[in-house]
Each structure stands twice: as structure tokens, then as C-alpha cells.
């Protein structure tokens, strides 16, 4: 120090000559971290909790949690349901109601396997062998009426038959063929009338089925081996529909009784 102490900035002078500005301010942040260090002072059970006392009272918590719901004890609403209440199924699961499909599909489906009988003979592809057995696909008997079709199936056929323009007349015929279940029956007419190139687009119900049951058996008169049929027979006596509702192809059936069922949704 000198007594000829002149200030750094003469225009603004240190109004307290006596104090070291750099010293001081040094101080002042030696002492603000000093206080920054120190730990807060926390009143009687303020004091932050340990890491491990928290997550051993979580576990606590869990396993008492498990312990007490054992049974659905703790969390049991039961009481809040209507006595007797059923809880649905989500749409989808479980028991959807009876097997249904469109009477079409259905007897076509299970015409097909009727048709084992047959295809020894008119083969798998109902086109017959050329020779002794005539074709199914393209033949008026069978795209034509009803009843005649259903006759020939059931008494079998004898002596000349024109089909499609060509005359058969194989020896012995066709033999009567024994389906006596309406739907079998209904099946296996649907069937032909609708596959081997045959599109009538109509199905042949098994009411349809039975009438031409019913005209069979009065025929044969309870012998259990009538004639057959022969084409002139056909022509004079079976040439039409038989009776019974017409069903649209599309009705959607029961499988088990082939009776229209409400459509899908309408049961809610
Ligand atoms: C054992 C051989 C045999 C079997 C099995 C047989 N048919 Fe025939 N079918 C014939 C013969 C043969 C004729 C021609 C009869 C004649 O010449 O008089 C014929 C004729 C027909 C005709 C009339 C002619 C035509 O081609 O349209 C139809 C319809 C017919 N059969 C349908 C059937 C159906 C349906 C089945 C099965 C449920 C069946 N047949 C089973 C041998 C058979």
C-alpha cells in the first residue's frame, strides 16, 4: 500500500477505500458453498425414508394382497350380481346353435355322398360308360319333371329309354334303388339337377321327397319288389313337379330337420 492509492477507475471510485472487492467477493462464494453443503435440517420424522424400507413394504403389500384375495375374498362382487345371473359368452364363443347352412348347399353337400350309389355305374362323373349305362349330366330325365326322376330312382327302369337323342335299352335295366329317407332322396335329386353340367337352380325338398314316397308306395301296393318302370310309364303317368312348398335355394335350414331357420342375428 502507498499513500498515493489511486482508484483503477478514477470516474467511479471505490466508495469504501478500505475493502478488497476481489477478496471479499472470493469470501462470499466460499461461504455460499460452504452453506450449500450442508445437509437440511429436518424436523423429528421428516427425515427422507431409505430406499429399502419402501420396497420391502412393497413386497409386504403383494404378499399380504395375495394372501387375503386367496378364495376371491378380498375381491369378490358377487353380491352385487341379480341371483341367478348368467354371464353371456363374448359373441363367438361357444355353442353358435344348431348347424344351418342354405338348403342348396346342404343337399347338394350330402346328394354328392348319396350319389356313391350311383356312380358304379354313371360314374364318378355322371357322364354313364358309353355302353350299358347312360349319362346323367345333359339328360332331360333328370332335369325335367320331378317325379318321373324320382320314380326311375326309386322303382328302377326297364326296357328302351331315349336320353338326350340316343336310345338305351340296357339288359335287365337299372334295379330299384332302396332310398327310402326323404332327405337322402331330396339329396341326391338336388344333386343331379344341379352338377354334371345340370343347372336347374331349384332344390328338391324333402316334403318333395316324401310325396314321391307316398306315390312309390301306393304303386308297388306293399309288394317289395315292383316292376320297374318303364319310359312309356314315365311319360303317361309321372310327367309332373311333385307337390310340396317351393323353397328359394337359399333359405338357410336346419341340417337336423331342414326347416327354415330365423336368419342369423334375428335370434338375439
Ligand atoms: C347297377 C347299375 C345302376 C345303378 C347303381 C344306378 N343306375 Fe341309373 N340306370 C342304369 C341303367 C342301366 C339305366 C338305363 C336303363 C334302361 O336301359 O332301361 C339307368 C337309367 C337311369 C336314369 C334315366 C336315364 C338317364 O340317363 O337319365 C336315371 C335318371 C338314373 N338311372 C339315375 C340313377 C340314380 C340317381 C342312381 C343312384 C341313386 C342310379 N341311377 C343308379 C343303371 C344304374
Not at 310340396?244 to 341340417?255: K, S
Amino acid at each position: 500500500m502507498s499513500d498515493s492509492y489511486q482508484p483503477i477507475d478514477p470516474l467511479r471510485p471505490d466508495l469504501d477505500e478500505g475493502t478488497n472487492v476481489a477478496q471479499t467477493h472470493g469470501a462470499v462464494l466460499a461461504d455460499n458453498a460452504a452453506i450449500s453443503r450442508e445437509r437440511r435440517v429436518r424436523e423429528n420424522g421428516m427425515e427422507p425414508v431409505s430406499l429399502w424400507v419402501i420396497v420391502s413394504s412393497a413386497f409386504v403389500l403383494l404378499v399380504a394382497g395375495a394372501v387375503l384375495n386367496a378364495g376371491g375374498g378380498l375381491f369378490n362382487y358377487n353380491e352385487y350380481r341379480v341371483n341367478g345371473y348368467v354371464q353371456r359368452d363374448a359373441p363367438g364363443v361357444g355353442d353358435s346353435g344348431p348347424a344351418t347352412a342354405p338348403i342348396m348347399d346342404a343337399l347338394v353337400k350330402n346328394g354328392s355322398k348319396v350319389y356313391s350309389t350311383c356312380s358304379g355305374c354313371h360314374q364318378g362323373d355322371g357322364m354313364g360308360d358309353g355302353a350299358s349305362y347312360p349319362p346323367l349330366g345333359g339328360s332331360e330325365w333328370v332335369t325335367g319333371d320331378t317325379e318321373q326322376l324320382a320314380m326311375i330312382i326309386l322303382s328302377g327302369v326297364n326296357g328302351a329309354i331315349t336320353v338326350n337323342g340316343r336310345t338305351w335299352n340296357t339288359p335287365g335295366g337299372m334295379p330299384a334303388q332302396p332310398l327310402r329317407d326323404p332327405v337322402q332322396l331330396a339329396s341326391v335329386m338336388t344333386y343331379l339337377r344341379n352338377s354334371f353340367g345340370n343347372s336347374t337352380g331349384d332344390v328338391v325338398t324333402p316334403e318333395m321327397a316324401a310325396a314321391a314316397l307316398e306315390i312309390y308306395n301306393e304303386k308297388a301296393g306293399g309288394s317289395p319288389t315292383p316292376p320297374q318302370v318303364t319310359e312309356a310309364e314315365l311319360k303317361a303317368d309321372h310327367g309332373k313337379m311333385l307337390s310340396g312348398e317351393v323353397m328359394d335355394p337359399a333359405t338357410v335350414v336346419d341340417l337336423e330337420t331342414f326347416q327354415p331357420v330365423e336368419a342369423a342375428g334375428a335370434a338375439e
